[in-house]
């Protein structure tokens, strides 16, 4: 049973830094995209940042691009999100998500086959 879950949300004043953690269990971690998401209340789910596990490339969207980092720990199967310089407007439910094969960019949540719970990270100014 594939299993992805998130952790670190918390609140933070604008300017900090928050890291987020996705476990992975039940799913071979190699050759396949890991994704962060995002959304905030009221909007459509957005993709924030993504990793192809196999190569380690890595994919931003320009509002995060500069303050935020993804990594990942291969031998936990974990992938991080590192979110510095946070901002009020980087406030929402975050999401880990899964799909097989390179990420070939930033892609959609359409694309990926299987998502954590989410972890809430909000930001006050």
């Known amino acids: 049973q594939v299993q992805l879950v998130e952790s670190g949300g918390d609140s933070v004043q604008a300017g900090g830094s928050l890291r987020l953690s996705c476990a992975v269990s039940?799913?071979?971690?190699?050759?396949?995209?890991m994704g962060w998401f995002r959304q905030a209340e009221g909007k459509e789910r957005e993709a924030v940042a993504a990793?192809?596990?196999?190569?380690?490339?890595?994919y931003y969207a320009d509002s995060v691009k500069a303050r935020f980092t993804i990594s990942q720990d291969s031998a936990k199967t974990t992938v991080y999100l590192q979110m510095n310089s946070l901002k009020p407007e980087d406030t929402a439910m975050y999401f880990c998500?899964?799909?097989?094969?390179?990420?070939?960019?930033?892609?959609?949540?359409?694309?990926?086959?299987?998502w954590g719970r989410g972890t809430p990270v909000t930001v006050s100014s």
């Open positions: 990793i192809f596990t196999s190569a380690g490339s890595s």
């Open positions: 998500a899964a799909k097989s094969g390179g990420c070939g960019g930033l892609l959609p949540w359409r694309a990926y086959a299987y």
């Open positions: 039940g799913y071979t971690y190699s050759g396949k995209c």
